[in-house]
T-cell receptor, first 110, second 114 residues
Framework: DTEVTQTPKHLVMGMTNKKSLKCEQH?????MYWYKQKAKKPPELMFV???????INESVPSRFSPECPNSSLLNLHLHALQPEDSALYLC?????????FGPGTRLTVT | KNQVEQSPQSLIILEGKNCTLQ??????????LRWYKQDTGRGPVSLTI???SENTKSNGRYTATLDADTKQSSLHITASQLSDSASYIC?????????????WGLGTSLAVNP
């Protein structure tokens, strides 16, 4: 199984809502990532988890809160987002060099 | 400043034709160079990964080249198909201590027309 899955595919939320994005991989990868991608731009790294511990936070606002409940799961909790946070949120995992990306969650903040 | 530049920005070709996409980088220290294909609204899919010592690598109809001396890479697509329409992104991995940071290009948007 070389697949990274993400749910939901699409999410529309208001600025006062609390929601969560989920990511799952069953490849035994030790590292998992969250990226944010705006239209016609490359993905921007947000967070990196290594062995279930947060190893990199690229100065992401606290309204984004990552969580790694176990080695296969990665969540991104969202609270009090702004319209400019609307983007494609990508999850990825890796064991060595290769990063495998999920299909993404299209988030719209209204 | 570590940068990855791609050309052309966009390209339109007819089905069945070949094309070559270019990538120039200034990333140092260099770890590896990757080419990704990304369909609109989907996650990137890896096509090739090349290290310093590799000059060429193929994946089906995709062939990537790397010249580490001139810091240039190309992605050649042979006998294009309509499904090749996507964004092709060059990504260079910077090796800093035990961490690898990915430096992303802006991509080349390829449209294959019938």
């Amino acid at each position: 199984d070389t697949e990274v899955t993400q749910t939901p595919k699409h999410l529309v939320m208001g600025m006062t809502n609390k929601k969560s994005l989920k990511c799952e991989q069953h490849m035994g990868h030790r590292a998992m990532y969250w990226y944010k991608q705006k239209a016609k731009k490359p993905p921007e790294l947000m967070f990196v988890y290594s062995y279930e511990k947060l190893s990199i936070n690229e100065s992401v606002p606290s309204r984004f809160s990552p969580e790694c409940p176990n080695s296969s799961l990665l969540n991104l909790h969202l609270h009090a987002l702004q319209p400019e946070d609307s983007a494609l949120y990508l999850c990825a995992s890796s064991q060595e060099v290769e990063q495998y990306f999920g299909p993404g969650t299209r988030l719209t903040v209204t | 400043k570590n940068q990855v530049e791609q050309s052309p920005q966009s390209l339109i070709i007819l089905e069945g034709k070949n094309c070559t996409l270019q990538c120039n980088y200034t990333v140092s220290p260099f770890s590896n160079l990757r080419w990704y294909k990304q369909d609109t609204g989907r996650g990137p899919v890896s096509l090739t990964i090349m290290t310093f010592s590799e000059n060429t690598k193929s994946n089906g109809r995709y062939t990537a080249t790397l010249d580490a001396d001139t810091k240039q890479s190309s992605l050649h697509i042979t006998a294009s198909q309509l499904s090749d329409s996507a964004s092709y992104i060059c990504v260079v991995s910077e090796m800093t201590g035990n961490n690898r940071k990915l430096i992303w290009g802006l991509g080349t948007s390829l449209a294959v027309n019938p």
